[in-house]
Structures are given as structure tokens and as C-alpha cells.
């Protein structure tokens, strides 16, 4: 597998990862977690798969510009809710995103 080992136990297996999961209400009126945050004690090497839409939402582009720096410290999970055509006005939500 290219250097990589399996870890059994989930997510947060690995030592210095922690992880939380919420219903926000994102797949309606549920009980079940839609919305989750991992987090590593220290900077990771991060990767990413997206879409080959050609209609990719601002948040896409902004993770696709985040993701060249190849480290991040936490990652928000959510539950299917793309809101892909959300125009202009998405991409000028991205300052709220950067907070």
C-alpha cells in the first residue's frame, strides 16, 4: 500500500487525533451526526478528493486553494449538503469561512 499501515479503531486511532461529531440539522430533523471536526494535536499532511463537476461550489475552489499547502491542524466533515450554485455571493462567504 505505498508505505501506508492500517489502523484499526477509526479515525481517531492515531496518537494525537481527537474528533467530535453533532447534528446540526443538516440532513433535516434527525437524531444522527451530520456535521463532525477532526483534529490533530500538530500540524498533518493533509490530501483531498473532489468532484470532476464541472459546477464546483466556491467552498471546492477554496478547499482545492487550502490544500496546496499540504498541512492543516483540523478538518469539518458534512453530510452530503454541496449547495454547489450558490454564485457569487458564495464565493464572497469565503472571508467568513477564513475566521
Request: proline share 3%.
Amino acid at each position: 500500500m505505498n508505505g501506508t499501515k492500517k489502523v484499526d479503531g477509526g479515525v481517531t486511532a492515531p496518537k494525537g487525533f481527537s474528533a467530535a461529531g453533532v447534528h446540526a440539522g443538516i440532513k433535516g430533523k434527525g437524531t444522527k451526526p451530520d456535521v463532525a471536526l477532526v483534529l490533530s494535536k500538530h500540524q498533518a499532511v493533509i490530501a483531498g478528493t473532489f468532484t470532476t463537476n464541472k459546477i464546483q461550489g466556491a467552498h471546492v475552489k477554496l478547499c482545492k486553494q487550502r490544500l496546496a499547502a499540504r498541512k492543516a491542524r483540523a478538518i469539518v466533515v458534512n453530510s452530503g449538503c454541496a449547495n454547489a450554485c450558490v454564485g457569487p455571493h458564495g464565493w464572497q462567504m469565503r472571508s467568513a469561512w477564513q475566521q
